[in-house]
């Protein structure tokens, strides 16, 4: 559980940012109350803090300053409580990189990752998964990066109700839709399909840290 950047500050999202399956909305402004959020967050079911981070894809003047303070202040939580970021990044992974370079020991998954392999390698450096979406399924940007990336850094992901992969592009994404990206992961890194079911669910128990 977190605050995500988007509901720093007032801002909309249309179709044109949250693609086909998305109904447009006007976010909130919420500021990030952190004694609230610790007594939430210290249940043992909650597994993770987030998604929290930057996203600039929409960039107001006022936003970003609003985005990070709460970004830094969740990263403390994690670190107090000892749980791991669920990081949301767009447009500003550079930046974010900055604010988790300062503060050693935060762990956690980048969601739906969307950078470069030189991004990704810092992420990976700073010991951070990489997750990914439906988005494999049909756009090749990513083959290189996931060829790269160690398996046991690799996250599988559907971002549901968004980016349905091949072949359910166009509908609704579920949740059961993931066995695509699983099998588009494996067909990449050219592994057998059930050793890559596996260590993906491996890297999920252990990033929720469930024995
Ligand atoms: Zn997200």
């Known amino acids: 559980m977190g605050l995500h950047p988007i509901h720093t500050?007032?801002?909309?999202?249309?179709?044109?940012?949250?693609?086909?399956?998305g109904n447009e909305f006007t976010s909130r402004e919420e500021v990030f109350d952190y004694d609230f959020y610790k007594k939430l967050a210290s249940d043992p079911k909650v597994l993770a803090i987030g998604e929290c981070g930057l996203d600039y894809y929409r960039l107001e003047p006022e936003t970003a300053a609003k985005q990070k303070e709460?970004?830094?202040?969740?990263?403390?939580?994690?670190?107090?409580?000892?749980?791991?970021?669920?990081?949301?990044?767009?447009?500003?992974?550079?930046?974010a990189l900055e604010i988790l370079r300062a503060r050693p020991g935060a762990r956690g998954d980048v969601h739906f990752f969307a950078g470069t392999w030189d991004e990704a390698r810092e992420f990976?450096?700073?010991g951070f998964t990489l997750s990914f979406t439906g988005v494999i399924?049909?756009?090749?940007?990513?083959?290189?990066?996931?060829?790269?990336?160690?398996?046991?850094?690799?996250?599988?992901?559907?971002?549901?109700?968004?980016?349905?992969?091949?072949?359910?592009?166009?509908?609704?994404?579920?949740?059961?839709y993931v066995s695509e990206v699983v099998k588009k992961i494996a067909e990449i890194k050219n592994l057998d399909f059930e050793i890559c079911r596996t260590a993906l669910l491996q890297n999920a128990l252990s990033f929720a840290n469930i024995h």
């Open 70 to 95: 709460s970004f830094i202040a969740q990263i403390e939580l994690a670190l107090e409580l000892g749980k791991p970021l669920m990081l949301h990044i767009r447009n500003a992974y550079g930046e």
């Open 124 to 126: 990976l450096d700073l």
């Open 137 to 176: 399924t049909f756009a090749r940007d990513y083959d290189e990066i996931i060829r790269n990336t160690p398996l046991d850094m690799i996250l599988s992901e559907t971002d549901c109700p968004y980016v349905a992969p091949a072949p359910f592009r166009g509908k609704r994404n579920e949740p059961s």
């Open 9 to 21: 500050s007032k801002s909309y999202h249309d179709k044109d940012e949250l693609g086909p399956e």
